[in-house]
């Protein structure tokens, strides 16, 4: 096997915009793979090791031919959710052998929401002491994180984690005192999702308190695994308009 690389990228995102195409040629007992980048060769391996079948004698053969592959599209995700039902990281990392099989690379982590926060928080503990199922068991350690990331990575893949607010934010009401320049909100459980409830005086105050704590919640989820600036997603699910009219 012959090999044709450039030097591995450092950047997390860089996995993103990488050539990944490669050729195999198998030919006269030789498996020969060239490819720009070390992704490449992963998934010319990926592709000879689904080649391989095995005769009536149980000996393992592949067929002589040349592949020329190369992916379509960029993005080639999958989502996961962790806050409806929690998943081990063993049982993740699982997964991402999985993904890397059929040449998948971003891992879209749908790590919390309202049904329950099993992400471990050094700056805000009581996100996981009210929101986690059990808040000793089934919950996601900075290592835990780490190591996930890690193993994404040597398999090609990124890992795009999913803080989601403002709409599913139970547990950062539940956990952090709602109040600003002591004006309690006395607000608790999910956000009202009818029409009408913009029409609370203190909404506005609330949102902004939110989005304070986010940043710094942002800050501390970053630095975890390395992630670059831009790599978690905040979801923006069920938020209404009129907050981003307001807020601009």
């Known amino acids: 096997m012959t090999q044709n690389f450039q030097q591995v990228p450092t950047a997390h995102t860089e996995l993103l ?11 006269d007992g030789i498996i020969n793979i060239v490819a720009e980048q070390i992704w ?3 998934h010319g391996l990926e592709t000879v090791v689904q080649l391989i079948f095995r005769n009536r004698h149980r000996m393992p053969l592949v067929q ?25 990281t063993g049982l993740i ?9 059929v040449k998948m690379n971003v891992l879209h982590w749908h790590i919390v929401d309202e049904t329950s ?33 890690h193993e994404a990575r040597h ?5 795009m984690p999913e803080f989601d607010t403002p709409g599913e934010c139970l547990f ?44 710094h919640f942002r800050k501390e989820a970053e630095t975890i695994g390395r992630l670059p600036r831009g790599q ?7 938020w209404p308009r009129v907050v981003t009219v307001q807020s601009t």
Not at 22 to 27: A, K
């Open 117 to 149: 926060f099993p992400y471990y928080s050094y700056t805000f503990p009581n996100l996981t002491l009210k929101g986690a199922y059990d808040p000793l068991v089934y919950v996601y350690t900075h290592s835990d994180v780490t190591r996930i990331i």
């Open 172 to 215: 950062y009401i539940l956990a952090l005192e709602c109040s600003r320049r002591g004006i309690s909100h006395n607000l608790r459980g999910p956000l009202p999702r009818y029409r009408g409830w913009m029409k609370l005086k203190k909404s506005f105050h609330f949102f902004y308190f939110l989005s304070n704590k986010v940043q």
């Open 17 to 27: 915009v990488l050539s990944r195409s490669d050729i195999v040629d198998i030919s």
């Open 64 to 88: 002589c031919q040349l592949i020329m592959d190369a992916p379509r599209f960029v993005h080639r995700g999958y989502l996961i959710d962790t806050s409806r039902h929690y998943l081990q």
């Open 232 to 238: 978690l997603t905040e979801s923006g699910e069920n």
């Open 40 to 42: 490449g060769i992963l």
């Open 93 to 101: 990392i699982d997964f991402l052998e999985a993904m890397a099989m």
């Open 155 to 159: 398999r090609g893949i990124r890992v």
